[in-house]
Structures are given as C-alpha cells and as structure tokens.
C-alpha cells in the first residue's frame, strides 16, 4: 500500500530519499568554483603581465582620470598603445571583480552542498579584489608613489595566490601519503617566491638599477633583490631535491616537480638578462613578472596536493591514474 504524506513525513528513510532527491549535486557546485577560480587566477596572471607591461611602456598614468579613462568607457580618440594598456588593464580588473562577485554568489547560494571553509575564501577573494580596485585607483592619484605600486603588485600576488589555492583544494584528488615534508618546503618554497617578487616589484617601481647605473643611487635596492637570489633559489631548490627522491610521489606533485625546475631555471635567466642588457629589452622585463607569477603559483598548487596527500581516501572523485 502506497503511504500516505503523513507516513511519508514520520518516516525518517522516505524523508532522507526524499531530500536527496530534491538536493542540488554537490559535485556540480564544486566543479562550478573551481572552473571559476581557475579561469579567474588565468585572468589575474594575465592581469600581471599587462600591468609589468604598462610599468615598463611608462603608461602607468596614460589614462589619468579613474575609473574611467579620459572620462569614458571606451576612449576612441586618445586610443594609441600606452592608453590601451592602461584601458585594458582596468578592463580586465574589472571583469576579474564582477567574476569573483559572481562567485561569492555561487559559493553562497550553494553552501550546503560545499565545504564550510569554502564562502568564506570566496569571500576573502572579493576582500582582496576590492582592495586591490582602491590600491589601483591610489597609484593614479598618487601619481605612481612606488610603494602603492609595490603594494598593488603584492595584492595581486595574494590574490592570484587565494584562487589558486581555492581551485586546488576543490580538485578531485586521491592522496598517496608519500608527500611528507614536501608540504613544509613547499610553503617556505612559495613565501620565498613571494617575497623576492616584492622585492623586485621595489627594484622596478623606483626605476632602481636606472638609478643605481646611472646616479649610483638606490643600490640598496637593487642589492636586496640580488640578495633575495639565495633563499629563492636555496628553497625550491632543496623542494625539488626532496621531492626527487621520494619515492611513489603522486602523479601530479611529479609533473609539477618539473614545472617548478623549468621556471625556476627560466627566471634566473631572465633575470639575469634583463639585469645585463639594463632592461633595455622591455618584453624580457614583463617576462620576468610573468615567469616569477608563475613559479609562485606552481608553489601554491604544489603545497595544496603536498597538504591534501595525506588524504588517501577518495576524495570527491579518484583521479585517472594515481599509480608512481
Ligand atoms: C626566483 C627568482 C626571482 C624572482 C621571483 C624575481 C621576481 C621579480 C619581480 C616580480 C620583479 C618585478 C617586475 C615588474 O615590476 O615588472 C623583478 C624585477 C627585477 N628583477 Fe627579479 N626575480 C628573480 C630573480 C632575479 C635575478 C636572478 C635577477 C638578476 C640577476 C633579477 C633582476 C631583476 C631586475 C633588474 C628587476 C627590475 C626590473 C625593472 O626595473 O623593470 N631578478 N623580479
């Protein structure tokens, strides 16, 4: 005999079927955020990369209103390179802010097929975007002070940094619990990655090896970022020793393995480069920011799989091949 509604509500089973029926698949909304967060942190590497690109082209104030440009939208007539850079770059941010907005609103609506911990990383995201807005809107008005252009650059760091780890714990993922101490090395790793960007992010906001060449001014500066070489290199370096000689190391900890040595590698040449040639060539200064953002996020994501190896059941679903 079918049961009656009021049946349907005593009974705990018939309630529990019932609920699951009707309940949004927790998969689905974590797929969703992490698709977002990842082409979120795409566009904030990109983001970087045209904003070095606008340092180094001297079209920080080429717009010199905010947050318009020339008092529009779409300045046609002033367009030539120096503007569209500066345009570009605020139209990217702002297609970046109204993303991570839209993602709060995800990570809200869908709360209770998440992870408690993930609305409010979403909402540190937003935080940190909202504050980058106002650190973009002081370097114009400021005139470029170079420690609001340092700050600017640290902000996106942190919140290319905040994405990636959010899109990284949101992976499907069956630890190996091989990874150990990898975790540890790997924060040190991307902390020190972290801070020689600053440090460089101050070499370049004061036109310092200009200075130091040209007036034997702000050397120190200069002398900072060369120092920052030793941990930067003595970390990741002592990361990738580790991590080749653990053995059964999860798939994807090795592939990153040697994304992390090759932009390790390349940045040192860049740097070198730019630093011999007197940043004459200004594409391999935008390269070194790309690279640096790079191998700091290759840290991040390396980091979050080294926490979650320990995870050895499945997690969310199992990845395609977790064999060594
Ligand atoms: C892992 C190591 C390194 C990291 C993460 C790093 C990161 C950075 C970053 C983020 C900037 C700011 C770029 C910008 O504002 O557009 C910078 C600037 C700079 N870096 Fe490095 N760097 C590293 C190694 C080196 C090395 C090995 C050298 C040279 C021997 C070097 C020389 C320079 C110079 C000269 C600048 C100033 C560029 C300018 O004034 O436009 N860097 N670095």
Known sequence: MAETTFQQ????????????????????????IRWLAFRLAFGTWLLMAVGSAT???NAGLACPDWPLCYGQALPWTQMNLQVFLEWFHRLDAGLLGLGTLGMVVMALGARRSLPRWVPPVTVLALVLIVAQAALGALTVTELLRFDIVTAHLGMALLFFCTLLTLGTALL??????????????????????????????????????HQC?????????????????????????????????????????????????????????????????????????????????????????????ACRDGQTGNQHAAIADPTP
């Open 9 to 32: 509500f005593r009974n705990p089973l018939a309630r529990l079927r019932r609920a699951a029926a009707t309940q949004p698949d927790p998969t689905a909304a974590r797929d969703r």
């Open 55 to 57: 340092r180094v082209a």
């Open 172 to 209: 499907p993922h069956r630890g190996m619990g091989s990874a150990g101490a990898l975790r540890w090395l790997g924060g040190a790793s991307a902390i020190a990655i972290y801070g020689q960007s600053i440090a460089g992010g101050l070499v370049g906001s004061r036109w310092a090896l």
């Open 213 to 305: 060449l040209d007036l034997a001014q702000l050397c120190g500066t200069v002398h900072g970022h060369l120092l920052g070489i030793v941990p930067a290199v003595v970390l990741p370096a002592t990361l990738l020793g580790r991590a080749w000689r653990t053995p059964a190391l999860h798939p994807w900890l090795r592939r990153l393995r040697w994304a992390i040595a090759g932009l390790l590698g390349l940045q040192l040449l860049v740097g070198y480069g730019t630093f011999r040639l007197h940043l004459q060539i200004e594409p391999l200064t935008v390269l070194h920011q790309a690279v640096g953002a790079a191998l700091l996020g290759s840290l991040v994501v390396f980091t979050v799989l």
